[in-house]
C-alpha cells in the first residue's frame, strides 16, 4: 500500500506561479510510476502529467511549457507558473507500481493508477 498527501495549493492572480507536493509513504521501494490530475468545478478529472522512474515526462498540451513535474526521492512536485483562471481545480496527485516505472499516454486519460491523493485546491484569478 501507498499513501499520497498533497500540499501547496492555494489561491493566486493570473499569472501567478505555485508549486505542489505530494509525499508518498508506504511501500516506496518500487519502480512508481506518478502522475498529477486535476479536476475544474462541474468537470471531469483530467490528467496534467506524468513522470516515469526514470524520469522521463510527458504533458498535456495545455500545460506544455508552463507546468512542469520534478520528483526526488518519495516527492513528486508540481510547478505551475503563468496560471490562468481555466487551471483552477483541485489538484491530485496518483502512482502506480510498474514494471520499471514506466507510464502511458494513455494513463492519463483512463487515469489507471492504484493509489491517490485526496488532492489540493488551486484557484487562479483573472
Known amino acids: 500500500q501507498i499513501q499520497l498527501v498533497e500540499s501547496g495549493g492555494g489561491s493566486v492572480q493570473a499569472g501567478g506561479s505555485l508549486n505542489l507536493s505530494c509525499v508518498a509513504s508506504g511501500n516506496t521501494n518500487t519502480k512508481l510510476c506518478m502522475a498529477w490530475f486535476r479536476q475544474a468545478p462541474g468537470k471531469e478529472r483530467e490528467g496534467v502529467g506524468f513522470i516515469e522512474n526514470n524520469g522521463n515526462t510527458k504533458y498535456v498540451d495545455n500545460v506544455k511549457g508552463r507546468f512542469t513535474i520534478s520528483r526526488d526521492r518519495n516527492v513528486l512536485y508540481l510547478q505551475l507558473n503563468n496560471l490562468k483562471p481555466e487551471d483552477t481545480g483541485l489538484y491530485f496527485c496518483?502512482?502506480?507500481?510498474?514494471?520499471?516505472?514506466?507510464?502511458?499516454?494513455?494513463?492519463?486519460?483512463?487515469?489507471?493508477?492504484?493509489?491517490w491523493g485526496q488532492g489540493t485546491q488551486v484557484t487562479v484569478a483573472s
Open positions: 496518483a502512482a502506480d507500481d510498474r514494471a520499471e516505472g514506466y507510464c502511458y499516454t494513455i494513463d492519463l486519460i483512463k487515469a489507471t493508477f492504484s493509489y
